[in-house]
């Protein structure tokens, strides 16, 4: 199936078209981030037919040229921030890789959906978006995936992407949950989690393919 299939119910309904003319009235008034034309990337880059493993932030970096479309990654020219950087921590840790590459669009053209619950934020005010509306819409996405596909990974790092699991059927997916990147949390938890061999481990298992992190 295709994202147009999967999304064509919630979009034609009125909730969507409220939230959708309260997005573009934040773009037409004040600065908003991603830009415009990546709002929905996470979902260009992996299609609905190649998700493997699902990773649910919260909302986009709210600083100048970080937000690229998919949680946690940032473009190039900017500073990898300390979330993105305790994450490599662990892929060095859990599986020798040293990445170098701050955007991780190679991971979502991989079957990784890299999907925020919020998919905007205003300038500089993280979470500004919070109560726009994404999260109904995201949340639909979410159930979407465990509702017509088997043996995705579903990582839930934090309280906050945790709370999502009660739209994934744990029957037929396979759910990692630990603290979050962040450095307020990474000591509680997410250090030492070992996220990516569990994930590979997980997909070779089930006859699939390891991801190339």
Same mark, same amino acid.
């Given at each position: 199936?295709?994202?147009?299939?999967?999304?064509?119910?919630?979009?034609?309904?009125?909730?969507?078209?409220?939230?959708?003319?309260?997005?573009?009235?934040?773009?037409?008034?004040?600065?908003?981030?991603?830009?415009?034309?990546?709002?929905?990337?996470?979902?260009?880059?992996?299609?609905? /037919? /190649?998700?493997?493993?699902?990773?649910?932030?919260?909302?986009?970096?709210?600083? /100048?040229?970080?937000?690229?479309?998919?949680?946690?990654?940032?473009?190039?020219?900017?500073?990898?921030?300390?979330?993105?950087?305790?994450?490599?921590?662990?892929?060095? /840790?859990?599986?020798?890789?040293?990445?170098?590459?701050?955007?991780?669009?190679?991971?979502?053209?991989?079957?990784?959906?890299?999907?925020?619950?919020?998919?905007?934020?205003?300038?500089?005010?993280?979470?500004?978006?919070?109560?726009?509306?994404?999260?109904?819409?995201?949340?639909?996405?979410?159930?979407?995936?465990?509702?017509?596909?088997?043996?995705?990974?579903?990582?839930?790092?934090?309280?906050?992407?945790?709370?999502?699991?009660?739209?994934?059927?744990?029957?037929?997916?396979?759910?990692?949950?630990?603290?979050?990147?962040?450095?307020?949390?990474?000591?509680?938890?997410?250090?030492?989690?070992?996220?990516?061999?569990?994930?590979?481990?997980?997909?070779?298992?089930?006859?699939?393919?390891?991801?190339?992190?």
């Amino acid at each position: 199936m295709t994202w147009t299939e999967i999304l064509a119910p919630i979009k034609s309904t009125p909730y969507f078209t409220t939230l959708w003319e309260k997005v573009k009235q934040e773009y037409a008034t004040t600065k908003v981030f991603p830009p415009k034309n990546q709002i929905f990337r996470a979902l260009e880059i992996t299609p609905f /037919d /190649d998700i493997e493993v699902v990773i649910i932030g919260q909302d986009p970096y709210h600083n /100048d040229f970080q937000a690229n479309g998919l949680c946690f990654s940032v473009s190039e020219q900017v500073t990898a921030p300390p979330s993105l950087k305790n994450i490599f921590i662990e892929l060095k /840790d859990d599986l020798g890789i040293v990445r170098t590459s701050k955007e991780l669009d190679d991971w979502g053209k991989q079957g990784v959906l890299m999907l925020n619950a919020t998919l905007t934020v205003r300038a500089h005010t993280p979470n500004s978006h919070k109560d726009l509306g994404w999260e109904t819409f995201t949340n639909y996405i979410i159930k979407e995936i465990s509702d017509k596909k088997e043996n995705v990974v579903f990582v839930l790092w934090g309280a906050f992407a945790q709370k999502k699991a009660e739209f994934i059927d744990p029957a037929k997916h396979f759910i990692i949950k630990s603290a979050h990147p962040s450095p307020f949390s990474v000591y509680r938890g997410f250090f030492g989690s070992k996220p990516f061999s569990k994930i590979n481990e997980y997909l070779v298992s089930k006859g699939k393919k390891p991801i190339s992190w």
